[in-house]
Each structure stands twice: as structure tokens, then as C-alpha cells.
């Protein structure tokens, strides 16, 4: 299997524009998450799906940050506007059910200008 | 919410050392999970351990749920052992926390 797939795995953009990172889920399994890491804040959970659904977004900063799963095997987060403080790493995770192991995705580096 | 303490945070060990990072939570737990994080920041899974003990090569872990610890043992360490260690808690169903990581350099 070729693990959690990411993309962009670096994004670089100007204050005010809309990044949209995405996320390809491990085949079979049916949670994921997103989280977010920074070096003042450490590894932060943002918002996880069960099938498909949007369980917890209680993570997410603000209305600005938007998730979304349209499928099993796609999901989106979208900051719009983004903010130099949105700066981090983002991580999306999969497992095949909600308190299975968790395997992460290789990361998107998101640098706001 | 639930809170998640580590230590040591910060380890330098002579390769071929073991070294025994902890793990504290407030609450009981239902899911407790160690990962490492390389210095090319991939995040590894090594144990989903919410209570006894397992054994990896030359890690392992136990988990004492009772008393609201857990440890991860690392014998023989290599410089490829180098990263942060990371902890992560669930008590609601998902929602891991994770501990702000013991961050581990080994030297040749």
C-alpha cells in the first residue's frame, strides 16, 4: 500500500489567498484526521471524519479553516482568507476505525507570507 | 480535558545505550499510541498500547492504565533512533492528544 498520500507537500502564498491541501486516505480504512503542528503549539487535532462524516471539528481555529470528505478515499482542508499565523505543518492520518493506530501522511509545509 | 506530560524532554544518548522515555495522563484512557517523529519529520506509528506490553525489536512499551502511566523502552540505540518520541491519549473516541514529545539524539 503506498500509505497516507498528501499534496502539496510545500505551499508557499501570500497573505489573504486560499490554500486548499489535500489528502488520500490508506485503502479500507475509515477515519481521518487532520491536525496541525507548530513549535508553540506541538501536534494539534483539527478535525476527524468516521465514513465519510465530519465527527469532531472542534479543533478548528477558526471559520476560515474548512474540511471536507466527499468520499472514501479524498478529503480537502481550505484556509480562505490564510494568515501568516496559519504557517505550520499539516498532517492528515488515517486508521481503520476511530481509536484504531493511526497512520500519518508525509505532511504539507504551509508557509504564509 | 485530558492532560499528557512527558519525559525526559530532551535525551542525548552514546550509541549502543537504552534509555526509558515516560509517559504521564490525568485520565483514564482507551487508546494510547507512540510514534516517532524522524528529523525528516515523517511520523512513524510504534505501538497501540492502551494497556500491558509489547515488544518491537528493540522497542518496547507498557502501559499501566491504573496508574495513568506508560513507558517506551529503547535498548541497543542506534543513530537512526535520533527524532522526538511522541505520546497521544484518547479517552473520547478519537480525538488523540498528544504529549509534547521527548526529543532524542544519539551520537556515534
Known amino acids: 500500500d503506498a500509505g497516507v498520500i498528501q499534496s502539496p507537500r510545500h505551499e508557499v502564498t501570500e497573505m489573504g489567498q486560499e490554500v486548499t491541501l489535500r489528502c488520500k486516505p490508506i485503502s479500507g480504512h475509515n477515519s481521518l484526521f487532520w491536525y496541525r503542528q507548530t513549535m508553540m503549539r506541538g501536534l494539534e487535532l483539527l478535525i476527524y471524519?468516521?465514513?465519510?462524516?465530519?465527527?469532531?471539528d472542534s479543533g478548528m481555529p477558526e471559520d476560515r479553516f474548512s474540511a471536507k470528505m466527499p468520499n472514501a478515499s479524498f478529503s480537502t482542508l481550505k484556509i480562505q482568507p490564510s494568515e501568516p499565523r496559519d504557517s505550520a505543518v499539516y498532517f492528515c492520518a488515517s486508521s481503520f476505525n476511530v481509536a484504531d493506530t493511526q497512520y500519518f501522511g508525509p505532511g504539507t509545509r504551509l508557509t504564509v507570507l | 480535558g485530558i492532560q499528557v506530560e512527558q519525559s525526559p524532554p530532551d535525551l542525548i544518548l552514546q550509541e549502543g545505550a537504552n534509555s526509558t522515555l515516560r509517559c504521564n495522563f490525568s485520565?483514564?484512557?482507551?487508546?494510547l499510541q507512540w510514534f516517532h517523529q524522524n528529523p525528516w519529520g515523517q511520523l512513524i506509528n510504534l505501538f497501540y498500547i492502551p494497556s500491558g506490553t509489547k515488544q518491537n525489536g528493540r522497542l518496547s512499551a507498557t502501559t499501566v492504565a491504573t496508574e495513568r502511566y506508560s513507558l517506551l523502552y529503547i535498548s541497543s540505540s542506534q543513530t537512526t533512533d535520533s527524532g522526538v518520541y511522541f505520546c497521544a491519549v484518547d479517552n473520547q473516541g478519537g480525538k488523540l492528544i498528544f504529549g509534547q514529545g521527548t526529543e532524542l539524539s544519539v551520537k556515534p
Open positions: 485520565d483514564s484512557v482507551n487508546n
Open positions: 471524519f468516521n465514513n465519510n462524516v465530519p465527527i469532531d
